[in-house]
């Protein structure tokens, strides 16, 4: 460091913030902020540009009057001897400090008068003009990287970062903009080093880690994008995008899951199940129908194949082959609720008998009480049986977790109405209404908005 640049920043010093220190009887490691020193000046500190932090450690080799000194005036004495240390330890080429002349420095100040008035163009000529003057001063590359990324010319930040972290490769918001840079230019090979070394300089950095979770995603790096996506959600929890991209790369995962798994044996049980699920997620029932009965053929004992029978068979309404099926799951897996309330509600939907329904209900209720299904099913077959005192303490926990399902607000109508409550049953009779009418203005409007579409078409 020449000899006026340290004594600038002896006369600067009340701009250095300390942000936190570690000490021992031989050494110390101080954090700082470079507020308003000029930039080719907090370069020569180690920093690339306003408001980086920068870190010095400097050796004293043993002191017997250091101890002394950090009990009285720690702040200033700390402050002194940092500068002294980073004159010492961190001056930079002879090469780059003599381009740093006074002409460079007053560019500077034109550049940064410039950018405080918004002009950004002449900020652009003050820093090509500096480079010019000064080529191998990578702070100044950084900021006239930074004012081409900011306005969207991607080609000039690109070329123009890359000469600055050549120079210097300790830059990390370079590393950041320059690989922001490449992704917007469509080269994520190049931009994925470069996100991953800016955010492990900066690990809470959000707008870093999106687009690297991103670039991992579309290199099928799945693990490592749903890790990122992960601790981004961690710290941005009503992210939509974020949550959006996490159950994209999780699909995937499970596709190469699958893919493995049919790789292995195509004609197991698992891929059959898994071929069923899929057309079943397409509504494509019929398909998954002959996909679960090949399972069942192979594994009839094994729990879960009864099952996907019987939801596939539940599903188009086929009540009593759903009932054979879940009957023949719980012999296999006699605690499965889901199955003994998919019976019961086969049974109510069939119009079967309504004892057998409620004595299965309450069998699924004993072992998952906060099957909410299963209660406004119990509640619906006591009302059936003219028992409505009995359902209502189902209908009002139900009510209470789900207060938006017109059935549950139907059944309690029903309850109050046999108990002499008219204005309740009548509350809640307008309410099943309203939620009824929302509920087919929601359908009339997709079929409306889906007409336009494919008129519009051309």
Request: aromatic share 8%.
């Amino acid at each position: 460091m020449q000899p006026g640049h340290f004594f600038s920043l002896i006369a600067r010093a009340d701009l250095l913030r300390v942000i936190s220190t570690t000490y021992t009887l031989t050494s110390f490691e101080v954090t700082i902020f470079c507020d308003d020193i000029p930039d080719v000046i907090c370069y020569h500190l180690g920093a690339v540009q306003e408001m980086e932090r920068i870190k010095i450690h400097y050796n004293f080799g043993i002191m017997k009057w250091f101890p002394a000194l950090l009990m009285s005036k720690f702040k200033s004495v700390l402050l002194v001897t940092c500068l002294i240390a980073i004159s010492q330890v961190r001056a930079p080429a002879q090469k780059e400090s003599d381009e740093v002349t006074p002409a460079v420095q007053q560019l500077y100040a034109e550049a940064r008068e410039a950018r405080e008035r918004g002009n950004d163009a002449a900020a652009i000529d003050k820093y090509r003009e500096i480079i010019k003057q000064a080529p191998h001063l990578a702070a100044a590359y950084n900021n006239l990287g930074m004012l081409y990324f900011n306005r969207q010319d991607y080609a000039h930040a690109a070329e123009v970062l890359k000469r600055g972290l050549e120079l210097n490769h300790d830059m990390p918001t370079a590393s950041a903009m320059l690989g922001m840079s490449y992704v917007q230019l469509g080269e994520d090979a190049k931009a994925e080093p470069l996100l991953s070394k800016a955010l492990h300089a900066n690990p809470t950095d959000d707008r870093i880690e999106m687009m690297l979770a991103r670039v991992l995603l579309n290199a099928r790096k799945l693990d490592e994008a749903a890790l990122h996506l992960n601790n981004f959600i961690g710290r941005n929890p009503k992210n939509q995008e974020a949550w959006y991209l996490l159950g994209k790369t999780y699909l995937q995962l499970s596709e190469d899951a699958l893919k493995k798994i049919n790789e292995i044996d195509p004609n197991s049980v698992v891929a059959h199940e898994i071929a069923g699920e899929i057309d079943e997620s397409m509504h494509n029932y019929d398909l998954a129908l002959v996909e679960y009965k090949k399972a069942v053929d192979m594994a009839p004992q094994q729990p879960g194949t009864h099952m996907h029978m019987g939801d596939a068979y539940w599903y188009v309404g086929k009540w009593q082959s759903a009932q054979t099926e879940f009957k023949a799951e719980l012999a296999n897996d006699s605690n499965n609720c889901m199955a003994r309330w998919k019976l019961a509600n086969s049974m109510l939907e069939a119009n079967d008998s309504n004892d057998e329904a409620l004595s299965e209900l309450n069998r699924s209720l004993e072992h998952c009480p906060n099957l909410m299904q299963a209660r406004v099913d119990r509640a619906r077959a006591l009302v059936r049986l003219g028992r409505q005192p009995e359902a209502l303490p189902d209908l009002l926990v139900a009510v209470k977790d789900s207060p938006s399902e017109p059935t549950i607000h139907f059944l309690l109508a029903n309850v109050y109405r046999a108990q002499g409550k008219a204005s309740e049953a009548q509350e809640e009779m307008r309410t099943y209404g309203t939620l009824q009418r929302q509920a087919s203005a929601a359908i009339a409007g997709q079929a409306n908005d889906s007409n336009a579409i494919k008129n519009a078409a051309h």
